[in-house]
């Protein structure tokens, strides 16, 4: 399957977004999240469409060294729109505009209290991109194609939940809910499926 990161694919995802039936977990004593999945060009020449994907730092207090999209908590009074442009800004240096952004996916639940909302931004030029230190050990192009397969996808059982752990697999690496959770509904609604993931578990380590 393959995904050219054209004016085309952009209106026909941008469709998608504005038609998903976005459900969000609200009242249930959550605090307020939002990340970035960004769209990119994949920085391989391919001409395909990426999105982006970091590394923590290995100095954060919370979550050292893992996976991750570009985000974080909801300031008073922000919109999960404004909060995920404010940390991509803030962790990658990329700055976007409202009409960067093609839609907000279902809120993700975690363990550790929050409840995170995916929102799905579109950028032209990701040439001016410099992550911060502080909070990004490596930024990395993940190209579309590369999670289409079912291969990208496994799920496993634990005694510690009833619900199947979701792991999206890339290369040698994997990677956990909830990024992978996140990451799995953009790939459904990239195929032109509505899939839920609230129910898909994160790793015992990641409960806290």
Known sequence: MSYPFSLAFRKALAARCRAFPRIAHDGEGLKRAA?????VEADDGSGQTAFLLTRRAAEMRAHAGQ???P???CDPGETFEQAATRELEEELGLRLSPENVLGVLDDYPTRSGYAIAPVVTWLDDASGLRANPQEVASAHWIRLDAIHGDEAIEFET???S???VIRLRLGDQHIHAPTAAMIYQLRELVAGRITRVADLEQPVFAWR
């Not at 990340?35 to 769209?39: C, F, G, R, Y």
């Open 35 to 39: 990340v970035a999945i960004t769209l």
């Open 67 to 69: 996976w991750a999209l």
């Open 71 to 73: 985000g974080g908590r």
């Open 158 to 160: 634990i005694p510690e």
């Open 162 to 164: 009833p619900r199947p």
